[in-house]
């Protein structure tokens, strides 16, 4: 593929990421590796795929193909510069196609502790669960060391073997044709599946896995202060690890429910209350709801609707921390629909006293026409 756009060969624009090339890449590997894909032309297209990542994940290489074309990789080396052999062509994707295909070369020895896989619990908090924390025991089922053969997957009285086929390394080496000539690769043993050791007799309790599914129980205690989304790691509570290894994580994941009285950001809580005109007017020392219980909110004469007051420390405790945060609380004034003949009286007195002129209007819209239909 000598003349080949190496962009085009992999499907993508100029302006690609590197993420967007190595997902093409990944993709198209996949689909034309020739363990996979039979098709005659498939190891030529494989190649050709490799080679034009070779090109396009190295910025240098990427760069100089931008400017001066295959002219300028490497005195017409193509672009997966083989000038190592044959062999070479497959150097640096070792790892990308284990993850598909089972091949590809080991950096780690399959003996080597790994750590367990991770795990995520989601737990549902009430508004006040999230304010003030709690305790609580949690359930859910997870791959723990097997305790009948201590997680070697061996018959008790047994040991695992070093595998015969591979000697230990979990991988083999086989030759295949290719355009270029025979090639050596190194895929998984198909013996001891990637592990280097052959177990003769299985553990009855795991049947060789050395681990079992088994349900756990942990007692969790959530902070005060948890907010909506907000996630917490719990050492060593995810799955069991191999070979030894330690086991993984457990994150768990908070749900809180919205309250109907209040809402929160961090430490504030917010909330509103409803007063009268009189009370907004000559002020009042009224009670207001708070997550810590009820208190008393003093008024002054004049406050206007809309005025946001402060209680210092009745709010959220703040997580990581030993201090709480404030309540605000917004007072609306409500006109009242309905008014006594003395109260109409009043108000009239009140806005002449005032030098208002207010037109008397002893009934509202829907009453005349109320009266029109009676008529």
Do not use: W
């Not at 050709?48 to 400017?67: F, G, V």
């Not at 070792?94 to 367990?116: C, H, L, M, V």
């Amino acid at each position: 593929m000598a003349n080949r756009d190496p962009y085009d060969v992999l499907g993508v624009d100029k302006s690609a990421s590197e993420d967007e090339i190595k997902k093409a890449f990944r993709k198209l590997s996949k689909k034309y590796h020739p363990d996979i894909n039979k098709a005659p032309d498939a190891e030529e297209k494989f190649k050709e795929i490799n080679e034009a990542y070779e090109t396009l994940k190295d910025p240098q290489k990427r760069a100089q193909y931008d400017q001066y074309g295959s002219a300028g990789m490497n005195g017409g080396q193509g672009f997966g510069g083989f000038g190592g052999g044959a062999g070479d062509q497959f150097g640096g994707f070792d790892d990308i196609f284990s993850q598909f295909f089972g091949g590809g070369t080991a950096r780690q020895s399959p003996n080597a502790p790994r750590q367990g896989s991770d795990l995520q619990y989601r737990m549902d908090l009430s508004f006040e669960e999230g304010v003030f924390g709690k305790s609580t025991n949690i359930n859910y089922n997870r791959e723990e060391k097997c305790k009948t053969c201590g997680g070697n997957g061996a018959k008790p009285g047994t040991q695992p073997e070093t595998c015969h086929k591979c000697h230990g390394s979990g991988h083999i080496e086989v030759e295949r044709a290719t355009p270029l000539g025979r090639m050596r690769t190194r895929v998984v043993c198909d013996v001891c599946n990637g592990t280097g050791k052959e177990i003769k007799e299985k553990c009855p309790t795991c049947h060789g896995k050395g681990k079992v599914n088994n349900k756990h129980t942990l007692k969790v205690t959530v902070p005060a202060g948890v907010e909506d989304g907000q996630q917490m790691r719990l050492d060593g509570q995810g799955e069991a690890g191999e070979n030894g290894g330690p086991y993984g994580d457990l994150y768990i994941v908070f749900r809180v429910k919205p309250s109907k009285e209040f809402t929160r950001d961090g430490g504030t809580i917010y909330t509103s209350v409803n007063i009268s005109f009189p009370q907004a007017t000559l002020g009042d020392e009224i009670e207001v709801n708070t997550v810590h219980g009820p208190v008393k909110l003093t008024v002054p004469g004049g406050t206007q609707t809309g005025t946001s007051f402060r209680l210092r420390g009745k709010g959220a405790p703040i997580l990581n921390s030993d201090k709480v945060g404030d309540e605000k609380v917004t007072v609306n004034i409500v006109t009242p629909r309905k008014l006594s003949s003395e109260q109409k009286e009043a108000l009239q007195k009140f806005a002449e006293a005032g030098g208002d002129k207010v037109k008397k209007n002893d009934s509202n819209f829907f009453d005349k026409l109320k009266d029109t239909f009676k008529g």
